[in-house]
C-alpha cells in the first residue's frame, strides 16, 4: 500500500546531512547526486527482512540507469536491529549479498530522529508523518526532491513502487 499519493516537495537539503556509513566514515547524500534514491530502514530480525533480497534485486535492475538503495539500520521497532554495525554488514552480506550501502544505525522516531529522517517525514514533505514499521521506503527524485514514501508492506517488486522508481529514473 502506497501511503500517500505521489507529489514532489523539498524537505529542506537532504545532501547536506551528515551521515555515517556502516563502516563509521562519514558521508553524506552529496556522494549519490543526480541520482534518484530509495531509502529504507532496515532491520535484520523483522518480518520484512526478506525484502533485503528484493531490495538487491531492485539495486540491481536499476543502478545502470540511476538508483541508488540506501539502507539504515533501525532498532526503534520492536528492538529488532539489535546488533552492532559490524554484526549489521555481516549478517547483511552473509544472508542476503547485499551490495547497496548500509548506513549507520539510526534512530528515526521519538524526540530526536536523525535528522535525515526528520527531513524525510516533516510535515511538509510526502513523506510527512512518523514512519510505522521497519522497511518503510522513501523515494527521493535526482532533483534531491522527496517523491513518495510506501510502506514496510509494499514489496521491492511491487507495481507502483517499480513505477514510481521509473518514473523518477526518467526524469533528468
Not at 538487491?56 to 540507469?65: D, R, S, T, V
Not at 521497532?77 to 551490495?99: A, H, L, R, W
Not at 522497511?135 to 514510481?164: M, Q, W, Y
Request: proline share 5%; hydrophobic share 40%; charged share 20%.
Amino acid at each position: 500500500m502506497i501511503a500517500l499519493a505521489l507529489g514532489t516537495a523539498h524537505a529542506g537539503s537532504l545532501d547536506a546531512i551528515p551521515l555515517k556509513d556502516i563502516d563509521g566514515r562519514q558521508t553524506s547524500l552529496k556522494a549519490y547526486a543526480g541520482k534518484a534514491l530509495l531509502i529504507v530502514n532496515v532491520a535484520s530480525q523483522c518480518g520484512f527482512t526478506p525484502q533485503y533480497a528484493g531490495l538487491e534485486a531492485l539495486y540491481h535492475k536499476y543502478k545502470n540507469q540511476g538508483l541508488m538503495v540506501l539502507g539504515f539500520p533501525c532498532n526503534d521497532f520492536g528492538g529488532q536491529e539489535p546488533g552492532s554495525n559490524d554484526e549489521i554488514k555481516t549478517f547483511c552480506t552473509s544472508n542476503y549479498s547485499v551490495t547497496f550501502p548500509i548506513f549507520d544505525k539510526v534512530s528515526i522516531k521519538g524526540s530526536s530522529p536523525h535528522p535525515l529522517y526528520a527531513a524525510l517525514t516533516a510535515k511538509d514533505s510526502p513523506g510527512a508523518g512518523e514512519v510505522g514499521w521497519n522497511f518503510t521506503k522513501f523515494l527521493v527524485g535526482r532533483d534531491g526532491k522527496i517523491i513518495a514514501k510506501f510502506d514496510s508492506d509494499v514489496e521491492p517488486d511491487a507495481a507502483n513502487l517499480t513505477a514510481a522508481i521509473e518514473k523518477a529514473l526518467a526524469a533528468k
